[in-house]
């Protein structure tokens, strides 16, 4: 790193942030916005913002940087490839002929174990998306066969009109604190907060408890095992209970649920949740568009699992810069314009995707951001003991942690002071705050954010 | 132009390109492939496909393209803006220092009359889902008044399971051949094609007509104005049906349904539709994802019709390079995190925006677009009347110009032959074929396409 520590020189959020605050809000709401920032002026770990604050960068845009900010590699690499920014393609029409080398040289080296068919997207919502079609397709083919109705057939014409049998009455299945994103297909499959769901219409599918945990998990194993019973008991009952209504022809989960507060399970969970789904023939979807990337100490969180069948899906987006998902040959749509959208993502993103993976593996990052993690949670454990009225339910995989603010309405405090202190955290669910560094977050930035969490707590 | 003609040195698609087509295949269906393209040799209007074939290019990526391939000002722009797409911000919790500015340097000044917020979204089908959410948001304000219900009221409660009355029973009205984009809400509004729709569940929303009009309009004022009133009457008989069911929140509509064939409708007919929603007190939302930007001879296709009072919300994306839309205060939302995500959009393309928006003002693009309209559009109807079998029903505004293959069945030969000439032109509806060109498209252009237009016709 270029900058050694944090250097906070004004209040924050500070007189320049404030000022462009109000600029801003003359154009749109303004309600979520946390900083103003000095791009430039930033490097890897650290955000720099308008006021010239040097902050501890733990956030990372909502975990959508792997390499931090200006990356020497990634702005060459950027700079070499402007001008593929310049003729966008129509990306499923008319791709550069250099598409499949990009592929392979990109996203087919991050496949995940058993899938080897990508489709690249421009966000995780419409990761998301596409994925549930693909997953209908899917499911209506294996009720079909694989010819699709001629013109004029029933199915067709009500199609037309949003009406069964065309739109069939099928669901899929999510979880209470999913969140797989806003737009009305996603978010019909989310469940995080009151405010990203209030008002919008929602497609009536079946939502499932995800397990509360006690953490550590390892001091829970017998009580946190049963209530992963209960859990998967009501997801075949509501697989049952929905036949006849709404179908479920599939599930989406995500390995470690983010924004709906970090809730883990255990990996024995999700092995027999794909059971349950290969059992009952509908499609499992693992949505890594947050724990994707390296920073749970594998490249997907899924690995963990030792799965016999992989999902069927994995989606992904931030960290991976692109949007998409991979998917096995059996999820292969049949015919043309089945999943296309005008864009379909962008070159530029696997261009540059191809060098963050140069550099992960050179670097052995997803080693580093394990081994990181087991450090960062151990020096969190013992900040719990010291301030169990503040810390508690540490927890994590590689450098994807959280942990829980003990005292109720007390976390927004904490962050403040933390974030005056130089150190920039995310938060999640109702009361936990989260890391999602960069990949090269070191034991070196650790120290400097357990020495702030202390100070922090000792104030509080 | 560095190249004056189209040259076509292979069958197309020549090997090259089925090659590609072979090793892309082996990730995903490539049903949709038209060409694989070298975009460094593309200039402009001319598109270089991977075996060297120079084809004078009409459809621009589907339309979005404003300044075709490799314009020296965008390049050198991306070039010096590389360093931007770095470090991609999460816009809405962590934008640049630069972002007011930027905002205001792009999109505000292409702002359409009335409109002074607005907001960035990475497509045209997230510009449309959120645009719906925003409606929803109004609507619901309305009724409730400008307070969100409090932690533990019902409202907060059933949202999180999909149920009224926090996910409202509410519907977008949308008409027949309309396309909005294809996730699950903005495809519930799509009536283009069976293949766009068939096997995806959708909301159970209402379909109105969209006018079949004669062509050219001047022609045929009377019994169009009978059609247009015919489906005007629908529009207010399913508002009040709908009333107690799922009641219609608001409408979207396309100055010309695009994909659904280049359906034109009278700007009298647009007013109406206006009016009709402001008595209803319903949102009226204007798709000009493919409308706006110059194309059509003004900057957005709704500048024709003269409102008295501008649409509520004008979305857009393609030729804008950002996806996004324009809403009127009054459809501000008041709460933060309401319409947010991670990316929201990228700043990059707010860079560029800003320099093609000089270029289309120093340059008067507009009125290049509207004038070379005029000489196209008498171009085919000269063709027209030469051959009626192959070309009828010519309609366009500006560069936005489309005709009907007469005869049932010929389309798809009709292109392959033009292509194979040396001209790629785009399809839309079942049997009519599109022009959407770079803005720099001049009548010498035209000159080539209605020259390869009459050969064509000549061999059919
Ligand atoms: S929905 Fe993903 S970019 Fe628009």
Redesign the interface.
């Known amino acids: 790193d270029e900058y050694k520590k944090p250097e906070v020189i004004t209040e924050v959020p500070g007189p ?1 942030t404030k000022k ?1 605050l109000k ?2 809000d003359a ?14 002026k ?1 490097k890897i770990n650290y ?1 720099v913002d ?1 006021d010239g604050n040097k902050l501890l960068d733990c956030f990372q ?2 975990s ?2 792997p390499l931090g ?3 020497p590699a ?2 060459e690499q ?2 070499q ?10 990306l ?6 250099d ?2 080398r990009l ?2 040289n990109s996203l ?1 080296r991050a496949a995940p174990s058993g899938l ?4 690249t997207m ?5 990761a998301n ?2 994925a ?2 693909s997953l ?2 899917w ?2 083919r294996n009720q079909r066969g694989e010819e ?2 001629v ?1 004029g057939d029933e ?3 009500s ?5 069964p049998p ?6 899929i299945l999510s979880f ?1 604190g999913g969140f797989h ?6 978010l ?1 499959t989310t ?1 995080s ?13 079946p ?1 499932a408890p995800f397990p509360k945990l006690k953490y550590p998990l390892e001091d829970h194993e017998k009580e946190n095992a049963q209530e992963e019973a209960r859990c998967l008991a009501v997801v075949e009952d509501l697989i049952e209970q929905w036949k006849d209504t ?1 179908p479920v022809a599939g599930m989406v989960i995500e390995p470690i649920q983010a924004e709906g507060g970090d809730n883990h399970a255990s990996d024995d969970f999700f092995r027999k949740l794909r059971n349950i789904a290969t059992k009952n023939k509908i499609g499992f979807i693992c949505d890594e568009v947050q724990t994707g990337m390296a920073i749970t100490g594998r490249m997907w969180a899924h690995d963990y699992w030792g799965l016999e069948t992989p999902p069927d899906i994995v989606t992904f ?2 960290k991976m ?1 692109s949007g998409g998902f991979y998917y096995s040959d059996d999820f ?12 379909m993502g962008e070159p ?1 993103k696997l261009v ?1 995707l191809e060098k963050v993976l140069d550099i992960v593996k050179e670097q052995d990052l997803v080693f580093q951001a394990e081994n990181t993690g087991h450090y960062v949670v151990n020096g969190l454990r013992q900040l719990e003991k010291m301030f169990p009225e503040l810390l508690s339910a540490i927890r994590g995989r590689g450098m994807f942690i959280a942990a829980d603010i003990t005292e109720a309405g007390k976390r927004e405090t904490f962050v403040k002071k933390l974030l005056q202190k130089g150190v920039l955290l995310g938060v999640c669910g109702d009361h936990s705050i989260r890391l999602r560094p960069s990949l090269f977050f070191t034991p070196a930035h650790a120290d400097i954010l357990l020495d702030k969490v202390e100070e922090t707590a000792r104030e509080m």
Chains 1, 2 share one sequence.
Request: overall charge positive.
């Open positions: 320049e462009l600029e801003t154009i749109q709401n303004t309600g979520a916005v946390s900083l103003f920032c000095d791009f430039e930033s955000l308008a845009q909502i959508s940087l900010y200006n990356h990634i702005l950027s700079l490839s402007a001008a593929i920014m310049a003729s966008r393609p129509a499923a029409y008319f791709p550069s002929k598409f499949p592929i392979k087919l080897d068919q990508v489709v421009a966000c995780g919502s419409c998306e596409n549930y079609k209908f397709f499911y209506m699709l109705p013109m199915a067709f014409i199609c037309m009109k949003n009406q065309g739109s069939p009455k099928l669901s209470d994103g806003r737009t009305l297909g996603a019909s469940h907060k009151p405010i990203h769901k209030l008002d919008v219409p929602a497609f009536d599918w939502t709404r987006a931030k810069l292969r749509w049949k015919h043309g314009y089945r999943v296309v959208n005008t864009w530029i540059l």
